[in-house]
């Protein structure tokens, strides 16, 4: 399966964007579906991930109430509708599939990775 993420880009604090992962291959909907960030300098984390039917998700603290995650099988896209954004949320966002565990929220669970979006919020 190719992962395709799309949507980033720059932003005022307090704004909002939705990101999208957009997914090659019939078996995308086998799959959950993770989002995970990177900072400059910093450890890629876990973001937000959903199940495979999308009547799951789970959510880093740090997102909770401010982040939500989607999906559309027909479509084959999932969805981060990040909302309230902070300066602290400026990362490359990546989505990701494979893991075998629920919810998986470490990066090494994940097999498939898309290539990355840029978020970058102002002050």
């Known amino acids: 399966v ?8 720059l932003v005022q604090a307090g704004g909002s964007l939705r990101l999208s ?5 019939r078996t995308f909907s086998s799959y959950a ?20 039917s999308g009547g799951s998700t789970y959510s880093a603290d ?3 109430g401010r982040f939500a995650i989607s999906r559309d099988n027909a ?13 602290e949320d ?3 966002y990546y989505c990701a599939v494979g893991a075998l565990s629920w919810p998986a929220v470490k990066a ?16």
């Open 90 to 92: 400026t990362a490359v």
């Open 75 to 87: 479509k084959n896209t999932v969805y981060l509708q990040m909302n309230s954004l902070k300066p």
């Open 33 to 52: 579906v993770g989002w995970f960030r990177q900072a400059p300098g910093k450890e890629r984390e876990f973001v937000a991930t959903i199940s495979i």
């Open 108 to 123: 090494y669970e994940y097999d498939y990775w898309g290539q990355g979006t840029l978020v970058t919020v102002s002050s």
């Open 21 to 25: 992962c957009a997914a090659s291959g």
């Open 62 to 64: 740090s997102v909770k």
């Open 2 to 9: 190719q992962l395709q993420a799309s949507g980033g880009g």
